[in-house]
Nanobody, 122 residues
Framework: QVQLVESGGGLVQPGGSLRLSCAASGSIFSINIMRWYRQAPGKERELVARITSADSTYYGDSVKGRFTISRDNAKNTVYLQMNSLKPEDTAVYYC????????????????WGQGTLVTVSS
């Protein structure tokens, strides 16, 4: 069974930094795109950033210049470095990835983590 587990969330003051991690585990053949989404209370889930297996990146307009997505393919892990945090960054952050399982490499699974809460407040 393939799963994603996030860590690194918590409470931080405005202007501070946090680093989120998301590790994939299970019988994995390969991982294509890895993404971070977030959902604030009362709002729709939005794409924060994504990174391909070739390290091509995309960022949402609200986080450009402040957040950095990266991945360690040897560890099947994606990171989100968040700097200059603002109260409006408060949300549950979810990891998402397109994963090919060993048992069926022709299949691409859409896997989600359980989410980690980031609160930006003084």
């Amino acid at each position: 069974q393939v799963q994603l587990v996030e860590s690194g969330g918590g409470l931080v003051q405005p202007g501070g930094s946090l680093r989120l991690s998301c590790a994939a585990s299970g019988s994995i053949f390969s991982i294509n795109i890895m993404r971070w989404y977030r959902q604030a209370p009362g709002k729709e889930r939005e794409l924060v950033a994504r990174i391909t297996s070739a390290d091509s990146t995309y960022y949402g307009d609200s986080v450009k210049g402040r957040f950095t997505i990266s991945r360690d393919n040897a560890k099947n892990t994606v990171y989100l470095q968040m700097n200059s945090l603002k109260p409006e960054d408060t949300a549950v952050y979810y990891c998402n990835a397109d994963i090919r399982p060993i048992r069926d490499i022709n299949r691409l699974l859409d896997i989600w983590g359980q989410g980690t809460l980031v609160t930006v407040s003084s």
